[in-house]
């Protein structure tokens, strides 16, 4: 069977997680600054009646900021998501989600009682069927509308402050690539104007904890198209790689024959087409992307600039970084020394952990090397190879979590860039996730990886 037939035999349009839920975004929900939607079992706001939770106010971290982003009330992402909504489900026990009719991370069941543990394995351990289904789940969520959730397409000043709703639908892959967009976008400041120099999910501590929900509820969306409860992200362990060893037709899609920034026309990711990759674009028209395709996946590995990324990291650079005990440090952001995220991150050498924004290291080197849509930081998702990237780089961290098991105390609590401090929520997620939640190993939300696991 063709694995573009083996998609459509899948079931599809189960419900998607992701930014705004469709229920909350109308004008009554928006001018109320409530997104309470009541759970389908028994039609009350948040199974409220079956004591999943209740519609609560949202309560903010009042802890100082660093001084990386100097304004206030100009952004909507600035104390998220209170812009939009001041009241949320808040859920009991193990359920969670915008209307509390999911399970956790690591739960399931009816009640949401019953442990579960996944396993994420090396993408050349799969068979060969395990693998082909991998690639036809993805080209399925391309092609899945998210029944759940739509993506802004305006600010809420352009929405009118609510009363103008700016709303569209969205694919379930393309629901991920702009979140990721929407969380590392610029700050309009009106007329030509913006700034540069903030992002809710990279270039401090949120980093690795923002990825780290991002690929879980990713995969779980995979599991929900598709009915496979079983399903797990697998990962490429990129350490000594010579050269893009997934960028096969087999795997990820090789080079084209003729135009070396393309796809080969034999992977079906050669037809697909990439959203939120026009940032100057959207800058001088003070907009957010709305999600229109704008051209095929860009790609041309190692062809990169050699001075910035001269080649893969290697398992030394790995091991280098693993040993640095402060998983943060000094001003927690790109110019941070002796900090385990910066290094893992790739602004800081990984032989010395000194910053050194002229070089790209470990998860940083990798985007760079791929030459192309990987490249760009907004739209660095389109390229499915960032699934695979990122589920690596979060085994890295995991590592370092069983090695250092550092308290939650570890993880700042204030003075972090915007977004970033332990409890502040992270940006765009709707339900509500704080960083800190987060920044625990993997097995309290029910994943593990393969070559990671215990005898």
């Known amino acids: 069977m063709s694995l573009f037939a083996m998609g459509f035999l899948l079931i599809i349009l189960q419900p998607s997680n992701g930014q705004f839920p469709r229920a909350c975004a109308n004008t009554q929900s928006l001018l109320r ?34 001084p990386q982003f100097p304004f206030s009330g100009v952004d909507d992402r600035e104390d998220w ?24 991370f690591g739960f399931s069941g009816p009640n949401c009682t019953e442990r579960r543990l996944r396993t994420r394995r ?62 590392s976008r610029d700050t309009l400041l009106g007329g030509s104007n913006v700034w540069r120099d903030i992002d809710f999910a990279h270039e401090a501590p949120g980093f ?71 940032s100057e674009e959207y800058n001088s028209q003070q907009a957010l992307c709305n999600a229109t395709s704008e051209g095929p996946i860009l790609r041309n590995p190692g062809n990169n600039d050699k001075s910035r990324t001269p080649r893969l990291p290697s398992s030394a650079e790995v091991e280098f970084c693993l040993s640095l005990t402060q998983y943060e440090s000094g001003s927690m952001d790109k110019m941070a020394n002796y900090s385990f995220r910066n290094t893992l991150e790739g602004f800081a050498d990984p032989r010395t ?37 990122h589920a690596f780089v979060d085994s890295i961290f995991e590592r370092w979590l069983r090695r250092h098991r550092p308290m939650l105390e570890v993880y700042p609590a204030a003075n972090a860039p915007i977004g970033h401090n332990r409890e502040n929520y992270m940006v765009p997620f709707i339900p509500l996730y704080r960083n800190g939640e987060f920044f625990k190993p993997s097995r309290e939300l029910g994943y593990d990886y393969e070559y990671l696991q215990e005898p």
């Open 122 to 183: 090396n993408i050349f351990q799969l068979t060969t069927r395990e693998k082909d289904k991998f690639l036809a789940y993805l080209n399925l969520a391309k092609n899945t509308p998210s029944q759940d959730y739509v993506i802004a397409t305006g600010t809420y000043t352009q929405m009118n402050n609510g009363s103008n709703p700016m709303f569209r639908n969205i694919n379930v892959y393309d629901l991920f690539v702009w979140m990721h967009y929407y969380a």
């Open 33 to 66: 600054k409530e997104c309470c939607p009541p759970w389908d079992g028994d039609r009350s706001p948040c199974g409220e009646l079956s004591s999943r939770g209740s519609c609560q106010n949202i309560l903010l971290s009042q802890a100082p900021l660093g």
């Open 208 to 278: 690795l904890p923002w990825h780290r929900v991002f690929l879980l509820m990713w995969e779980r969306e995979i599991q929900k198209i598709t009915g496979d409860e079983n399903f797990t992200i697998p990962y490429w362990d990129w350490r000594d790689a010579e050269d893009c060893v997934v960028c096969t037709d087999e795997y990820m899609g090789g080079r084209h024959p003729t135009n070396p920034n393309l796809l080969s026309p034999a992977s079906f990711f050669s037809s697909w087409q990439v959203i939120c990759t026009r």
């Open 353 to 389: 952990a000194i910053s050194n924004i002229s070089q790209s290291g470990l998860h940083n080197a990798l985007h760079i090397y791929m030459n192309g849509s990987m490249s760009q930081v907004q739209g660095s998702a389109n390229d499915p190879i960032f699934v695979l990237h």
């Open 81 to 104: 998501p209170s812009i939009f909504y001041n009241r949320t489900c808040k859920c009991e026990g193990n359920f969670m989600g915008f209307n509390c009719g999911e399970c956790k």
